[in-house]
Structure formats: C-alpha cells, structure tokens
C-alpha cells in the first residue's frame, strides 16, 4: 500500500481480556517497528523485525506481549491479560533498510484498558 | 535515563516569532532524524542528517548535526500556526536497527 496501516484505530478493552493490533507495512520494506506512546512518555520502542532474521524483543515490557510478523509483510501485536498499565497508542513503522534513513509510521491504535 | 534528551518540553509562541529546539546526547548517534507528530496521527519524518556539522535547510526549518555527533538543534524562523506539534529527535547507533526516540517538544504557534 501507499503506507502504514494500522488496524483498529481505536480499542477499547476490559482488564484482563486478550487484544490483537494489526499492522501492514508498505510493500517491500524489510524492516517494520512496533513502539508504544504514552502521554508525557515519549516513544518506547516495542520489537523490531529485519527480513527474515530473528526479531529483537529486547523492548517488550512483559511475556504478556508478543509479536509476529507472517510471510515477511503484515505483523500483529498481542498483549494477553491487559492491564491498565497497557492503556497507551501502539506504533507500527517500517523502513526500506535498518531505519537509518527514516521510518514511516501509521496512525497508531489508541489502546484503552478499563 | 533518558539517552536523548530535548529541550524545552513545551513552547508556546506567536505567529512570526523564531525558536530553537534541541536534542542533545553523551552517546554518539550514526544518523539522527527529526519527525514532527500531530494529534491522533503517527510522526512524519522531516529531515535525516548523517555527518557531523552537517546543516539541512527545509524551508523555515533549518536543522543541525553536531561536530561529535551527539547533539542537534531544529531552528525554525518565523513560526506559523501549521508548524504546532510535536517534535520527536531520533538517534540510530551503529547496526542496531531500531531508533531511540526524545520525549519531545511540543510546539503551539499562536496566530
């Protein structure tokens, strides 16, 4: 597509419960990024994928979060027992390469816990 | 800690009026980015700089890559309303892949 989409925009979620984000990158980037943004927070990066190499998790705030990414192009992000904690936007980005030039990010999903 | 940090936090201005964003590091970035975010949207990259004292000029905007390449600096002349948001640094290192993002300065420019 002609960029990052994101899906759903908006989620609102009871404590507890299990919540599956959705990103589709642009066509043939390699490189595709999951970061939360809480207010006052700035972005926290999540995971990043780079082809098919193994992902880097080392941003996962918990094994309550996971992510795939399926036949090199759309990534899901799950997050199992949501708390509160988790309210917050998710960003997904990707990048023709390793970032170094710049991301494109979609609008984001509003995640709320309550 | 914070690994970038910018400054200030907020700014409110009026139409016409310059300013000075920074972002500043005491680690060394391979490349830094400025992206500028509005509301309910995801932040749009504006500039890449690479070298030390490298200088960019988008328009209004003019951005600047240190000597040591730790810090940089967003100067925008003659503010307009359309340039309110929020500005996010980022930092790569080396062959890590992911970008290390400042909190940000938001910015209003009051007509």
């Known amino acids: 597509g002609a960029g990052v989409s994101q899906s759903p925009s908006n989620k609102v979620t009871e404590k507890g419960k299990d919540v599956e984000l959705r990103c589709d990158p642009i066509s043939g980037h390699t490189a595709l990024y999951w970061y939360r943004q809480s207010l006052g927070q700035g972005l926290e990066f999540l995971i990043y994928?780079?082809?098919?190499?193994?992902?880097?998790k080392s941003g996962l705030p918990s094994d309550r979060f996971s992510a795939e990414r399926t036949g090199g192009s759309v990534s899901t992000l799950t997050i199992q027992r949501t708390q509160q904690e988790d309210s917050a936007v998710y960003l997904c980005?990707?990048?023709?390469?390793?970032?170094?030039?710049?991301?494109?990010f979609g609008s984001g999903t509003r995640l709320t816990v309550v | 800690t914070q690994l970038l940090e910018q400054s200030p936090q907020f700014l409110s201005i009026q139409e016409g009026e310059n300013l000075t964003v920074y972002c500043n590091s005491s680690?060394?970035?391979?490349?830094l980015q400025w992206y500028r975010q509005e509301p309910g949207e995801g932040p749009v990259l504006l500039v890449t700089?690479?070298?030390?004292?490298e200088v960019k000029k988008l328009k209004r905007l003019t951005f600047q890559f240190g000597d040591a390449r730790k810090d940089s600096s967003l100067h925008i002349t003659a503010a307009q309303p359309g340039d309110t948001g929020l500005y996010l640094c980022a930092g790569a290192r080396g062959s890590q892949g992911n970008l290390i993002f400042g909190k940000g300065t938001k910015l209003s420019v009051k007509p």
């Open positions: 980005a990707s990048s023709p390469d390793q970032g170094g030039r710049g991301y494109t």
């Open positions: 700089v690479v070298t030390g004292g």
């Open positions: 680690s060394v970035f391979s490349s």
């Open positions: 994928f780079q082809g098919n190499s193994a992902p880097d």
